[in-house]
């Protein structure tokens, strides 16, 4: 027999030797259930599609009557005999499936089976009961060390001061304590010393960002709508709703009431609505050929989705297809919870909206001081002014007069438009109109400069000696695509074939100040000072007069027109018609502008046959151009402007909006989303659990919301703290933290998750209050080191005999490394930031393609939750170390160890960049020879001091880079070119880089990236 044969042979009678006893007395939620889920209820079970032999071993009635097997007689049970018979046709599970039971799990069974087979309703659906504690004990402790004199094993000690101050800064904010604070703590020996920090760090604003990670994962925020090109959308406000939701600790149930249905609220607030903005975090698509019935049924299964992983801790997705083969979710359940959400007013299909305005007070106080000006100035301009009667009546002849004249001008039907930059997208209609629309995909992309170039081709009849270009009203609110409704034409050039068609003269019906019609035809197309503006008279239709040099000569003459805008800002012509005339010279504007057609009509009509109606119409055009009001409307445009500007440049969000026309919603035969055959449903809670009685009206996300947070509700309350139990010991009481279900764990300890979710409740679903409860406990402030006979016993910690170390979430690396090397930006909230990443990374995003630009300055130093989340691209250093893409919700991240981690820490520019700041650090901030300064870095990343070996090893590190360095100055210096931060001149750039070498090594520690 061969050694390796040997060891798997020991290895395998280990396992089974190690496998505890059967119990005394079989409990089904405990000991039977998770076998018959496991191996049985695939065929056997909730799933009528997919059931065997017509036999249900899930219900217990309609297994007796199928004569499954007898309670009282395990011997004469068909069940028994099936699993013990060494018959492989009638062996269950049979052969091809792949599952085998161990002689425990059937003699669990026969014994069962002995006792009465009695059945118990799933241990998650049914309602948590309340442990009863003694008062002035922490119902952790009780229910912890109960559960550890059962099974023989007795509680760690309390770990020592530096353990519990690092402990708590990194679970709680996230963020590694000061040397200073931690020698305080140590001096420490009041009796409420750790008292009074865990309360202090609850009130940390960072506390916010420590907690929101989670939330973030479970409803997967990113700032990518995920599918296809995976673009932006407005989303970043929700992420600090949610920090300032922990911040001020926001109750649970209603943090889940905003959330879910934050628009639908009586008291509904700009706070209330993005919130709202959860319903809006699915994966969405811009693609042109995507079908929308496709895409309406994915939104409605990832909703589905994250509700049940978010709220309920239940494996929803498989019910899109067939009823769930292990819990007793249905399909219809799956589509009636789905549609809770077929009202939310939303594009199935193309880029998501804008979004809500997110203010925050000088915001609104700056947008209220805008509407009030707006206001006065539109009051102003209002204002009956009987002294301009004179100079209307004159404005009105010459308005006729124009009208007559412009039947000597025949409009250009026949023209092709395009934009050199494509920042604005132009089209012609039949009629020769060409309308233009700012390119929304560019701007939002910040691809637009503001400028442009129309080309438009058209032809010119024989012997035209004059162009007319008319910039057109139409139903916008000034004539030019500038948010002040202006615009600036640079330049005006013709051409004909190769040849330039000179233009003699240029003037228009309105001319701001020093913006001539004369600067188009100068010759000066890139000067941002020239050109021809109308601002003053952005209301009314204005128009260019161009005289042309000499008559065209040739019927039906090509020519290319092209109109340079040069400003910025979007200064471009909206809408526009070009005409021409044959008119001998000279080509002249009229004194006003061309009328809109109804005015022209008007006029035509004697001044005494008017309406009342009539005159007031003609009223409001002349103070569109009068003269008299030029400064006022053009004071009206700036504000206007000011305001347009203020709007889009103000954070947006978006966010739930609920539609009366809500959406179809159909059980979809096998999924399909072409097959409409099923019927159609309304919402509706799910039916294998406690639900209000609500009659005589539809239900809404609102009713959702409350049934979640409702005390007759088994599931979320214990959803939710399973989750943060997990944050604080390392593995939740059960296991698979989105799975509550039949395939997931039974708790190791059910009367503490059951008696941490009523307290939960009790509370009024306050979560600084249950994290106060754990945060003070002594099973969390035990040691995290073990015993051979614990770790023998307890191998993975489950039962709480001692606390758990694990690495820091991904985040959290960065932020631990950022914050020892004095980099971190600490500010809180904001939009996303994009720190260094590798060139070519983005390479292979299209519809647009695009590269990654690194920010700059206090951008490339904030905290790790704020990074720019590209759903199909993740940040590769967040990646590394398991930052899921966020494509669907993750309850829980993998924690991974492999050797990419430490070659981030040593390679990513990011960790780079920190060693040599930190390196720094040592030089300027600490004193004497090495092993000092070695000692005093330590002690900033790790709060104590250095061992003999450690500080002998990185002594001898320093010793050989500073003296490798010296000799090739040019490699220090390149080292230190790593990053933005700058480098002091007054540093000996060897010794800098040779201590860099020592700060990298200390970064990437495994306990400075540990939580112990």
């Known amino acids: 027999m061969t050694k390796t044969t040997c060891l798997l042979l020991l290895a395998t009678l280990g396992l089974h030797a190690a496998e505890p006893p059967v119990p005394a007395k079989i409990e089904f939620n405990r000991d039977v259930q998770p076998i018959l889920s496991d191996n049985c209820f695939y065929c056997h079970g909730n799933d009528p599609k997919h059931r065997e032999a017509d036999l249900r071993l899930d219900i217990r009635d309609e297994a007796v009557k199928a004569e499954a097997f007898i309670p009282g007689k395990a011997a004469k049970s068909e069940l028994v005999s099936r699993i013990f018979t060494a018959d492989a046709d009638d062996l269950m599970p049979p052969p091809d499936s792949h599952k085998k039971l161990t002689q425990r799990q059937k003699d669990i069974l026969k014994k069962w089976i002995d006792q009465g087979a009695a059945y118990q309703q799933h241990w998650s659906y049914e309602k948590p009961v309340k442990a009863a504690i003694p008062a002035g004990k922490n119902g952790v402790d009780v229910l912890v060390q109960q559960r550890l004199a059962q099974i023989g094993l007795k509680p760690s000690p309390q770990a020592d001061a530096r353990t519990l101050i690092r402990r708590l800064y990194l679970d709680l904010?996230?963020?590694?304590?000061?040397?200073?604070?931690?020698?305080?703590?140590?001096?420490?020996?009041?009796?409420?010393?750790?008292?009074?920090?865990?309360?202090?760090?609850?009130?940390?604003?960072?506390?916010?960002?420590?907690?929101?990670?989670?939330?973030?994962?479970?409803?997967?925020?990113?700032?990518?709508?995920?599918?296809?090109?995976?673009n932006p959308h407005n989303v970043w406000p929700y992420r600090d709703y949610v920090i300032q939701s922990f911040n001020s600790n926001k109750h649970f149930d209603r943090f889940t009431l905003e959330q879910i249905a934050g628009d639908l609220?009586?008291?509904a607030t700009q706070e209330t609505r993005v919130g709202s903005a959860f319903n809006r975090?699915?994966?969405?698509?811009?693609e042109g050929g995507a079908q929308a019935k496709d895409y309406e049924q994915r939104m409605l299964t990832d909703r589905v989705r994250a509700v049940g992983n978010a709220w309920m801790g239940q494996t929803t997705g498989c019910c899109q297809c067939h009823d769930h083969k292990f819990d007793p979710w249905t399909q219809r359940d799956f589509y009636s919870l789905g549609a809770f959400f077929a009202d939310i007013k939303e594009p199935i299909l193309g880029r998501r909206e804008p979004g809500i305005m997110v203010l925050d007070e000088a915001g609104r106080k700056r947008q209220a001081d805008i509407a009030e000006r707006l206001t006065t100035l539109q009051a102003e301009f209002a204002k009956p002014r009987p002294e301009l009667a004179p100079a209307q009546a004159k404005w009105e002849k010459q308005a006729l007069e124009a009208v007559t004249a412009s039947g000597m001008w025949q409009p250009l039907k026949q023209v092709t438009a395009s934009s050199a930059k494509k920042n604005v997208a132009l089209k012609a209609d039949k009629e020769g109109v060409v309308r233009g629309t700012i390119d929304a995909k560019r701007n939002e992309r910040k691809q637009n400069d503001g400028t442009d170039a129309y080309t438009l081709i058209t032809k010119l009849p024989l012997g035209t000696t004059g162009i007319r270009l008319e910039a057109l009203k139409e139903k916008l609110p000034g004539i030019g695509l500038a948010s002040n409704g202006n615009f600036v034409l640079s330049e005006v050039t013709l051409t004909g074939g190769k040849n330039k068609l000179p233009i003699a003269f240029a003037s228009a019906t309105f001319e701001q100040k020093t913006f001539p019609a004369a600067t188009a035809i100068d010759g000066i197309a890139d000067k941002k000072e020239n050109g021809w503006g109308v601002l003053g008279a952005t209301g009314a239709d204005q128009s260019l007069y161009l005289e042309l040099a000499a008559p065209v000569t040739e019927a039906n003459a090509a020519v290319t027109l092209t109109l340079t805008f040069g400003w910025g800002e979007n200064n471009e012509i909206a809408n526009l018609r070009l005409s021409s005339t044959n008119s001998p010279k000279p080509i002249r504007a009229p004194g006003t502008s061309l009328p809109a057609a109804e005015i022209a009509g008007i006029l035509k009509a004697a001044p005494d046959k008017r309406t009342p109606e009539q005159k007031q119409k003609l009223t409001a055009a002349y103070k569109q151009i009068a003269p008299e009001l030029n400064d006022l409307r053009a004071k009206i445009a700036t504000v206007e402007k000011e305001k347009a500007d203020f709007e889009n440049n103000a954070p947006k969000?978006?966010?739930?909006?609920?539609?009366?026309?809500?959406?179809?919603?159909?059980?979809?035969?096998?999924?399909?989303?072409?097959?409409?055959?099923?019927?159609?449903v309304k919402a509706a809670l799910p039916g294998y659990l406690p639900k209000p009685k609500i009659e005589g009206r539809d239900l809404t996300r609102l009713d959702l919301a409350q049934w979640l947070v409702s005390k007759d509700n088994p599931l979320t309350a214990r959803t939710v703290m399973?989750?943060?139990?997990?944050?604080?010991?390392?593995?939740?009481?059960?296991?698979?933290?989105?799975?509550?279900?039949?395939?997931?764990?039974?708790?190791?300890?059910p009367a503490l998750l059951d008696w941490l979710a009523c307290e939960f409740m009790d509370s009024g679903w306050d979560m600084q209050h249950m994290i106060r409860i754990?945060?003070?406990?002594?099973?969390?402030?035990?040691?995290?080191?073990?015993?051979?006979?614990?770790?023998?016993?307890?191998?993975?910690?489950?039962e709480c005999a001692r606390q758990s170390p694990f690495r820091l979430d991904a985040e959290l690396v960065r932020d631990n490394a950022l914050t020892i090397s004095g980099l971190l930006v600490p500010k809180i909230g904001g939009p996303s930031v994009k720190p260094y990443q590798p060139a070519k990374y983005w390479e292979n995003l299209n519809f647009p393609t695009r590269e990654w630009q690194n920010d700059s300055g206090e951008s490339l130093y904030r905290r790790g939750l704020y990074t720019w989340w590209q759903r199909s691209f993740t940040h590769p250093s967040m990646l590394a170390f398991d930052a899921p893409s966020r494509e669907e919700c993750v309850a829980e991240r993998n924690r991974s160890n492999i050797p990419q981690q430490a070659l981030v820490l040593l390679n990513d520019p990011t960790y780079v960049e920190a060693a040599r700041v930190f390196a720094a650090r040592i030089l300027t901030e600490s004193s004497g020879d090495a092993s000092q300064r070695i000692t005093w870095a330590v002690q900033q990343a790790l709060q104590r001091k250095p061992s003999a070996d450690e500080l002998k090893t990185l002594s001898a590190l320093f010793a050989q880079q500073l003296a490798d360095y010296q000799k090739d100055p040019a490699a220090a210096a390149e080292l230190l070119k790593t990053g933005a931060a700058p480098v002091s001149p007054n540093l000996n750039s060897s010794e800098l880089a040779a201590w860099a070498h020592v700060a990298r090594v200390i970064l990437n520690l495994h306990e400075t990236i540990t939580r112990s």
């Not at 139990?725 to 997931?744: E, H, P, R």
């Open 265 to 267: 609220l009586p008291d």
């Open 722 to 749: 399973n989750r943060l139990w997990k944050q604080f010991f390392g593995t939740g009481l059960s296991k698979v933290l989105d799975d509550l279900g039949a395939q997931g764990e039974p708790p190791v300890n």
């Open 774 to 798: 754990i945060a003070n406990s002594a099973t969390y402030q035990q040691a995290s080191t073990s015993t051979k006979e614990l770790t023998a016993a307890d191998p993975y910690n489950r």
């Open 281 to 286: 975090l699915l994966l969405s698509t811009e």
């Open 173 to 230: 904010i996230g963020l590694p304590p000061k040397p200073e604070e931690v020698a305080a703590f140590e001096k420490d020996a009041s009796p409420a010393a750790y008292a009074k920090l865990v309360e202090s760090l609850l009130k940390n604003p960072h506390y916010g960002e420590r907690m929101a990670i989670g939330w973030l994962d479970v409803v997967r925020f990113a700032d990518t709508i995920g599918y296809h090109s995976d």
């Open 653 to 680: 969000c978006i966010v739930s909006i609920s539609d009366t026309n809500k959406r179809t919603v159909r059980i979809l035969p096998r999924g399909n989303w072409m097959d409409e055959s099923g019927e159609v």
